[in-house]
Each structure stands twice: as structure tokens, then as C-alpha cells.
């Protein structure tokens, strides 16, 4: 199993981005998955989940109608857009798979700044 984010960087407040996680090593259509952050000395949390055909999606308080999570089954990506960011978005963001255990992408920076 390989998870690869990629789509941080540099952003001012108000701005958006777009992270991808390209997923490969498993049947990815078959799995829900999900993005999750961790900021500087906090707990790594849930951002946003989608179930396995896209139908379903859940996404914590923080993030709700600025985040968007999304699927393409065909290409092996999940997608995380995030528009009107905040200071407080500023975090390494991680795809995640759950397959009999607990598999972790690389991480991305994401950095709201003015």
C-alpha cells in the first residue's frame, strides 16, 4: 500500500488549495478514506471522510462548508478541497487507509499565513 499527498504550500487567509492523495497497492474502490491534519504540538484529527463509492462523506466541525472531500475510483485519488482557510488550518495534512491496520501517507505541509 502506498499513499502519496501532494498540493500544500503557502497560503494567505481567506485563500484556497487543493490537496490529492494518490493511492496504489490495494483495490482503492473498495475502501473509504480519509484526510486527517496535525498542527504543531496538537493531536493529529479527523478533517474529512468518504466512504468507499463517494456517496457518503463526513467532515469535522472545524472544517464543515469549507472543506470538500472527493474520490475519483478511477484514477485512485482522493481529493481534499480547501477554500476560505484560516490561521488555524496551518498543519501537515495525511491521507489515511484503514486495511487490516493503519496505513499513512507522507504527509503535506499546509501553511495559512498573511
Known amino acids: 500500500v502506498q499513499l502519496v499527498e501532494s498540493g500544500g504550500g503557502l497560503v494567505q487567509p481567506g485563500g484556497s488549495l487543493r490537496l490529492s492523495c494518490a493511492a496504489s497497492?490495494?483495490?482503492?474502490?473498495?475502501?473509504?478514506m480519509s484526510w486527517y491534519r496535525q498542527a504543531p504540538g496538537k493531536e493529529r484529527e479527523l478533517v474529512a471522510g468518504?466512504?468507499?463509492?463517494?456517496?457518503?462523506?463526513n467532515y469535522a466541525d472545524s472544517v464543515k462548508g469549507r472543506f470538500t472531500i472527493s474520490r475519483d475510483n478511477a484514477k485512485n485519488t482522493v481529493n481534499l478541497r480547501m477554500n476560505s482557510l484560516k490561521l488555524e488550518d496551518t498543519a501537515v495534512y495525511y491521507c489515511?487507509?484503514?486495511?487490516?491496520?493503519?496505513?499513512w501517507g507522507q504527509g503535506t505541509q499546509v501553511t495559512v499565513s498573511s
Open positions: 497497492g490495494f483495490t482503492f474502490r473498495r475502501f473509504a
Open positions: 468518504i466512504s468507499s463509492d463517494g456517496g457518503s462523506t
Open positions: 489515511y487507509l484503514r486495511f487490516l491496520k493503519d496505513y
